[in-house]
DNA sequence: GCCAACGTTGGC
DNA sequence: GCCAACGTTGGC
């Protein structure tokens, strides 16, 4: 059995929230434009949790999701360079776990969030994914 | 609406 | 290949 990965990525709940990702099902998510974030894209397998998190608009982080579909060509572009993976939600957190609790959390302090806070698909370490977890629980 | 962080672009 | 200029993102 592979090894599950976990991700955050982030959205502008103005463009796709967690409520509309929600009623949907399944998205394909798409937009990404910078390279790091396509990276992150590109390892993620199918059944990788993802949190999902709103920014600007409440930054905080709403719920989980799930890889369904592994990165295939971004649909909305025709340049090869850019991919998007299918999500599906998981679950939503009890209590949205905000940027301010992350940041005032000591074991968070080293995360993708707070560290490079304009990329938006990063990497989490179980640990951190735990963390969040149990803060929103 | 401003500004900081940071990625990208283009001139040299 | 360096670096300044510029654009974008996201927090405040």
Redesign the pocket.
């Known amino acids: 059995m592979k090894n599950t990965l976990f991700w955050l990525v982030?959205?502008?709940p103005v463009k796709y929230s967690w409520e509309k990702f929600n009623k949907d099902g399944r998205t394909f998510w798409d937009?990404v434009?910078?390279?790091?974030a396509?990276n992150n894209l590109r390892l993620m397998q199918e059944g990788d949790l993802v949190l999902f998190?709103?920014?600007?608009?409440?930054?905080e982080v709403v719920g989980i999701a799930k890889v369904v579909k592994e990165a295939y060509q971004d649909p909305t572009t025709e340049d090869p360079n850019w991919v998007v993976v299918d999500l599906s939600p998981v679950e939503t957190l009890k209590k949205p776990v905000t940027?301010?609790t992350i940041?005032a959390d000591e074991q968070l302090k080293d995360v993708g969030?707070v560290?490079?806070?304009?990329?938006?698909v990063m990497a989490l370490k179980r640990e951190e994914f735990d963390r969040i977890l149990e803060l929103g629980s």
């Open positions: 982030k959205s502008e937009g434009r910078n390279y790091q396509r998190y709103h920014s600007n608009d409440g930054k940027l301010e940041k969030l560290r490079q806070g304009r990329l938006s």
